[in-house]
């Protein structure tokens, strides 16, 4: 089973930019499809962004494309943010799930639903502010 934790949060202006990584203390992370998700205060979850097991496809919210990078390597997954925004604000989560079908799904939100992740992490809060 994977656990998953989630660094690289903190206090950044506006107009800066972070990575966040998400490491496993489990089971190899590659062998996994991978989600970062975000969720700011009264709001719900949202996926931001998801990469295959393979990291040969990557798919992103409208909302971020263009300052979200998603990226892996053999241990971590990571999310590069550029140009925050307050809108940004929120704990980040990334997620796994056990069965990676994304080509199947390419071009769906269905990678970037919570609901189908099985592994979470307890995320790691960024705020945005000067």
């Known amino acids: 089973q994977v656990q998953l934790v989630e660094s690289g949060g903190g206090l950044v202006q506006p107009g800066g930019s972070l990575r966040l990584s998400c490491s496993s203390s489990?089971?190899?992370?590659?062998?996994?499809?991978i989600g970062w998700f975000r969720q700011a205060p009264g709001k719900e979850r949202e996926g931001v962004a998801a990469i295959s097991s393979s990291g040969d496809i990557t798919f992103y919210a409208d909302s971020v494309k263009g300052r979200f990078t998603i990226s892996r390597d053999y241990e971590q997954v990571y999310l590069q943010i550029t140009n925050v925004n307050p809108e940004d604000t929120a704990v980040y989560y990334c997620a796994a799930r056990d069965v990676d079908d994304f080509k199947k799904y390419y071009g769906t939100t269905y990678y970037l639903t919570p609901a189908k992740y099985d592994y979470w992490g307890l995320g790691t809060q960024v705020t945005v502010s000067e």
């Open positions: 489990g089971s190899r992370l590659d062998y996994y499809a």
